[in-house]
């Protein structure tokens, strides 16, 4: 079964970096679209980056130029690379992954019928 483990949250200054780890197993990496995804309590999950079957990335307006995301095939390894943080970033951070749709995009994958990590905590302070 598909399982997602996620690493690397932690507390910062605001202007700090982090950079989260999601160890993937259970399926054939390269073929599912995978993404990042945050919540804070009383909100809505929301899509902060995914990265698709064919290297396609897209990424929130509010963390566009501040975020990267990428992934590592061989080492079944989806990673965050955050900088430049704000305290508006503070949230619990998911990994996500859906296997590929081609009638779908990977962000409406994901939502759909994507499966999740727990969570790993990012909190930035001013």
């Known amino acids: 079964r598909v399982q997602l483990v996620e690493s690397g949250g932690g507390s910062v200054q605001a202007g700090g970096s982090l950079r989260l780890s999601c160890a993937a197993s259970?399926?054939?990496?390269?073929?599912?679209?995978m993404g990042w995804f945050r919540q804070t309590p009383g909100k809505e999950r929301e899509g902060v980056a995914v990265i698709d079957t064919d290297g396609s990335t897209t990424y929130a307006v509010s963390v566009k130029g501040r975020i990267t995301i990428s992934k590592d095939n061989a080492e079944n390894t989806l990673y965050l690379q955050m900088n430049s943080l704000n305290p508006e970033d503070t949230a619990m951070y998911y990994c996500a992954a859906a296997p590929y749709e081609p009638r779908l995009t990977c962000i409406q994958a994901l939502r759909g019928f994507g499966n999740w990590g727990q969570g790993t905590k990012v909190t930035v302070s001013s």
């Open positions: 259970g399926y054939v990496f390269s073929s599912y679209c």
